[in-house]
Structures are given as structure tokens and as C-alpha cells.
């Protein structure tokens, strides 16, 4: 879409207390969702900023990759509804419609498999560079290195104009994330590397470089690897999210897609974003120690109360008002997993269930439309997995490395793109001179 494209015939006008002679601002819109006011003649035009902390009512971009309406509980990828996506695609499928746009027929879907599953292998070297770290580095230490790394071991594919380069570094960061994310995984618990095996699928490749060591094969259950592969759709990109709008501000300055992406890696490993599947299990395992499902009354009054700094991982979300269309997908998996593993009278899940059943009932999370989020369940499917907690935000960059690059190459190839420099309210000292060293206080 062109700017001529957005435009609308509205206008907003901004008017001053301060004598400042008002404005009119071009309203823009997009296929659907709320209008925007292009303000980027403000300074021009009046000398001013505006200020929003946490972009809560900034657009900083042009997207058509992912959708979000909150209030309905929908998430699109390129316009399709996800609940379609995890139902009837995988995730190769899933990448090669976020970074192309369109979904693939047949022949291209398994060409494009072919490619990936060919591209999996890591430089050789890159084994001697994680031994460089101490055994007992958080996994997504590592990871954010071994990305970063990649500028190193792939220098003919760093130049950001050309569209073949931007495309076999798209390949090679999808192929490559799973060896690496495995990599990490083995280095941390002491066990040798596990190469990739190219004619397994994308989900059992990632599971067997996991799980099988040299003196034992893995044998993916077919229920197990359906589940990975959903836990990878359902995380697959989310619109402009902090470690997505990391890596466009990063990718902005020109820098190689390796550097961007590790810059999203080292964003997404902060609590607040995605290491809250982690928070939750550990906080389904601490009411089990506590006493378990006989715990649970006591628990849910201390979430509620102002007074205590607990909440209820795994509920609550800043963009969805409604259910998370994520969480839903999330738990028919979960049920499929403990049945397939015989667990379906697992503890941990019988608990989350009784929570979430009190909670959708409860005035509280009624009133401040709390629903479960995807992190609700996606920390109990994982660690029924095999997955152990320290690799949950790892899974999850394997995942979201295909929205990086989608929006890395949406953001490079827009006739709009310039570098990212936000500005500020300057609240320090005035002028002032530099005190002579003996005279300061
Ligand atoms: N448990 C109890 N109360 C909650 C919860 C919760 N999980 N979430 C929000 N509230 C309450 C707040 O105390 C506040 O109550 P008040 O109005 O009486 O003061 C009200 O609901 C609004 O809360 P905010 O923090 O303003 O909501 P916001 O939209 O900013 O926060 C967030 C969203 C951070 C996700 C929050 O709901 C939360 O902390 N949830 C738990 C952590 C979690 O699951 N995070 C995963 C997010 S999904 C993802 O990252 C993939």
C-alpha cells in the first residue's frame, strides 16, 4: 500500500493553549483495524514531540504480516485466522507465508521443505565457539552468541540489498535455529551434539537433535511432534511486539539479519515477554508443593489481593481483552499430549484446570477481562515434552524467528524504511560549566 493508498479524506487538527498555531495531521487508514494520524510533519510544522513511553498509541510501521484485534480474540497471519493455520498447515507452511506472503502449493511447499531440511547443518566451527562458554550458561546466553555468531560463519550473505542474499539468510536462520536452540540445550546438560537428520520433518528433526544421543535413537511419537510443531505455528510472529519492534530498530541501521535477530533473541529472554511460560509452571509446581488442588481457594485470594505482589502467570495479556485465540489452540493440544502420554491424570494440568474453571468465574478476572493467555498451557505441553523449563524461551525464539524475518525483509524493502530514532523529553540539567575537581561537593 502507498501512502496515496491510506490516505483518507479525514484529517485530525491539533490546537494549542500555548499560542502555537494548530495543525492539521492526514488521517491513514489500513484494511481493517483502527485509523492512524500521519504526525510526521509535526516537528516540522510546530517544533514539537509527542511522548508515548511503551508506544501505547504509537504505529511505528507499515505491516501486512500479522493482525491482532484484541477485543475479538483474533490473530491473522497474512489475513488467515490461526485457528486455521495450526489446524490445517505446519510450520514450514507457516514460514513460507509470513516471509512470501502467500501460502505455497504443493510442488513449492515441498520445495521449499527440501531447501530448509537441506540448510540445517551448522559450520562446523560453531561447536568450538560455544565451548568458548562456562557449562552452566542460560541456554538463551548461548543463543543470543550463536546468532549473532552467524555474521561470522555466513559472510556472503550479509548484504542487506540483495534480494538473494536476503532470502538465503532467511533460509539459513529457519534451518539453522533448531540445530543451534539443540545445540545450546546439549552443551548445557553435558551431552555431545546431535546432528541434524535432513529427512525427518522440521518439529521431529528439532526433537531428535534433542533427545537422541549417540548411544540411543529417538523415536518421535507422531501425537509429540504434531504438538511441537503447533507450540512453533502458535508462536510464530505477533504483530509489533518488544523483540520484533527490536529487531526492526536494530535491522533499521543496516545491519545484517544475524545481528538483527540476536538483537530480538536478547529482547525475548526478559521475563515480561517470553519468559512467562516458564513463570507459570514454576507457579502451577510451587501451589502442587503448597498442598495442590486444596491450595487452590487460598491462592486465588492472594492474586487478587492489591496488596500482594502474586498474580496469575498465564492470565492476562496487554493486547487481548477477550480470549487469547492462542490459549484455546494451546490447551486442545495439551489434552492430546497427556492422553497420548497416559497423563491425563497429571497433577500440574488437573490444577491449571481448576484454576483457569475459578477464574473465568470469578468477578475479579471477569470485570478486568483476565483470559487465559497461550503461556497457560504452553509450559505444561512443553515440560510433558521432555522440554526442561531453562529451554522454554529458546523454543520460543526457534519459533518467532520466522516473524523476525518477515518483518525485517517487510521493513527493509519499504519504500518508507529509514533508520529508527526516536526522540525525547530531555528532563536532565541545564547548560552548565565543568567544576574544578577540588571544588566538587
Ligand atoms: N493476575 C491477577 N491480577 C491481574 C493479572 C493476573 N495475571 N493481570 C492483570 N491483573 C489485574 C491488575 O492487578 C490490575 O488490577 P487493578 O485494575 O485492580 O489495579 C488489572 O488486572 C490490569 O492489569 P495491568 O497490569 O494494568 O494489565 P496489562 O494489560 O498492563 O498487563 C500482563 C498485561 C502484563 C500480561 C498482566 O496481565 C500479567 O502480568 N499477567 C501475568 C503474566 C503473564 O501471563 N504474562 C504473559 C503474557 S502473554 C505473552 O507474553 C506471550
Known sequence: MTTEDKATEHKATLSFSDGTP?????MMKGTVG????????????????????????????NSTVTYIDGDAGKLLYRGYPIEQLATHCDFLEVCYLLYYGELPNAPALEEFKDLVMHHT?????????????????HPMAILTGLVGGMAAFYPDSLDINSPEQQDISFVRLVAKMPTMVAMAYKYSIGQPYIYPVNRLGYASNFMHMMFATPCEDYEPNPVLVRAMDRIFTLHADHEQNASTSTVRLCGSSGTSPFSAIAAGVACLWGPAHGGANQACLEMLEQIQADGGMAKVGEFMEKVKDKHSASRLMGFGHRVYKNFDPRAKLMQETCKEVLAALG????????????????????????ERKLYPNVDFYSGIVQRALGI?????????????TIGWVAQWKEMITDSEYRIGRPRQLYTGSVERDVPPRRGRS
Open 343 to 366: 497423563l491425563e491424570n497429571d497433577p500440574i494440568f488437573k490444577l491449571a484446570m481448576a484454576l483457569e474453571k475459578i477464574a473465568l468465574e470469578d468477578p475479579y478476572f471477569v
Open 22 to 26: 494548530s495543525v492539521d495531521f492526514p
Open 388 to 400: 526442561p523449563t531453562s529451554m522454554f524461551t529458546c523454543i520460543f525464539a526457534l519459533a518467532r
Open 121 to 137: 547443518m551448522v559450520h562446523e566451527q560453531m561447536q568450538f565457539a560455544i565451548r568458548g562458554f562456562r557449562r552452566d550458561s
Open 34 to 61: 483502527p485509523d492512524v494520524i500521519d504526525i510526521r510533519k509535526l516537528y516540522g510544522a510546530t517544533g514539537k514531540f509527542t511522548y508515548d513511553t511503551g508506544f501505547l498509541s504509537t504505529a511505528s510501521c
